[in-house]
């Protein structure tokens, strides 16, 4: 089969191509189509299935670059991971952030259901293995609501798992020995603002990015709370992170219940919670799974070579 897609009259090429043609290779590679650039047009060949799906890919990176101007390889990824049958456009809006250097999305059924959920509850639990965007879209969620003003705050808290007595053999202030904890909330942050902003959310207490134990004692009204990496939490901590919230407020717990780093023999509180709260009806549950996975394409088949491992006797 082949056909011929028009590119945007506007568009730069060396963009949609990008670098040394190296999107063209990446869909040539992973779709197996045959592809040739004249002009204003890209004519596609190969099988059928294959020819529609990179069609359908080129079309989403020319709406990307015309909306947001950019593009990058792992947007690509996402495309080609995608499907037009997935989502109806409604459902798969942009989630609105500070930045609009990117379109923050869901990108798989999953994620799609995680964020609607998310909307709809007040207290959500997410469950899934690395790369599935639990954190990242928990974090769109609560920055979309602050731009708002649909909210006051957001609090961000992750649980050191060495924070005990082996946090105390760190160098420097307790800002110092608790900052590697929680960077990748930083990360997730400075990717949907620009830098200075946060830093001025951050100084005015909107913006709170927290170790665990400091949120003991607090009520937290009008505010999104996300807890990160949950499945290291104590049933305490748990419980006490779960009693915190309050008036107005929205709370997301996240975590990856196959990478518990807790002392042996001592229960996960997320997974406590999930079992003791699954009958109460306003909060939700979701499970993403490695179909999920949006980073790096090897990410996937990294985790399902693992998945599969059996342990040596």
Do not use: W
């Given at each position: ?37 004249r002009q204003n047009t890209l004519t ?130 307790l800002q110092a020995k608790v900052n ?123 985790v399902q070579a693992y998945k599969k ?5």
């Open positions: 089969m082949e056909t011929t897609i028009k590119l945007e009259p506007t568009q730069k090429q060396l963009e949609l191509f990008g670098p040394g043609d190296s999107f063209l290779r990446l869909i040539r590679k992973s779709l197996d189509v045959t592809i040739s650039a596609l060949s190969g099988t059928e299935k294959n020819v529609n799906k990179a069609a359908e890919v080129f079309n989403k990176m020319q709406e990307q670059l015309k909306k947001y101007h950019s593009l990058s390889s792992e947007d690509i990824s996402v495309f080609m991971m995608q499907s037009d049958s997935d989502f109806k456009d409604e459902n798969n809006a942009p989630i609105s952030v500070y930045s609009h250097k990117k379109a923050i999305k869901p990108n798989t059924k999953g994620q799609m259901k995680y964020v609607q959920t998310m909307l709809k509850n007040d207290l959500t639990f997410c469950i899934g293995p690395a790369g599935t965007g639990k954190t990242y879209l928990a974090v769109a969620i609560a920055v979309s609501m602050l731009k708002k003003k649909q909210i006051r705050r957001i609090v961000l808290a992750r649980p050191a798992v060495e924070a005990g007595e082996k946090l105390g053999f760190l160098p420097g202030d590697p904890y929680l960077r990748p909330l930083f990360d997730a942050i400075e990717d949907m603002m620009e830098f200075n902003q946060m830093r001025k959310l951050m100084d005015l207490d909107i913006i709170e990015i927290i170790p665990l134990a400091f949120m003991r004692g607090r009520t937290l009204n009008e505010s999104v709370i996300i807890c990160d990496e949950a499945q290291n939490t104590s049933p305490m901590q748990m419980l006490m992170v779960l009693t915190r919230l309050g008036q107005g407020s929205k709370m997301i717990i996240t975590g990856d219940i196959t990478q518990i780093d807790l002392p042996a023999g001592q229960k996960s509180g997320m997974i406590e919670a999930i079992e003791t709260l699954r009958r109460i009806k306003g909060i939700g549950y979701v499970q993403l799974s490695q179909t999920d996975i949006v980073r790096h394409k090897l990410v996937q088949n990294i491992r059996v342990p040596k006797k």
